[in-house]
Nanobody
Framework: QVQLVESGGGLVPPGGSLRLSCVASGMIFSQYAMGWYRQAPGKQRELVAR???????NYIDSVKGRFTISRDNAKSTVYLQMNSLKPEDTAGYYC?????????WGQGTQVTVSS
């Protein structure tokens, strides 16, 4: 059974930074393109960034130049480095595979950007 465990969220002021981690288990991690998603209260979950098995990355426009997604296949972990955070980045952040039917969602990690 696939399990996803996100961590690293917190409360930061505007302009601050956080590094999120997601440890995956129950699958051959390197075979899957992975994504970081976020969901703000009252809004639909959206894809923020994705990374292929070989490391190719894509981002939504609102986070380009501020967020960096990376992965360590040996540790079955995907990361999201978030810099220059803005209040509109406030959301629960989740990881999951990018393509096909997604696995059961983890508990996510809350990011709150506020002064």
């Amino acid at each position: 059974q696939v399990q996803l465990v996100e961590s690293g969220g917190g409360l930061v002021p505007p302009g601050g930074s956080l590094r999120l981690s997601c440890v995956a288990s129950g699958m051959i991690f390197s075979q899957y393109a992975m994504g970081w998603y976020r969901q703000a209260p009252g809004k639909q979950r959206e894809l923020v960034a994705r990374i292929g098995g070989s490391g190719h990355t894509n981002y939504i426009d609102s986070v380009k130049g501020r967020f960096t997604i990376s992965r360590d296949n040996a540790k079955s972990t995907v990361y999201l480095q978030m810099n220059s955070l803005k209040p509109e980045d406030t959301a629960g952040y989740y990881c999951n595979k990018f393509e096909g039917v997604q696995w059961s969602w983890g508990q996510g990690t809350q990011v709150t950007v506020s002064s």
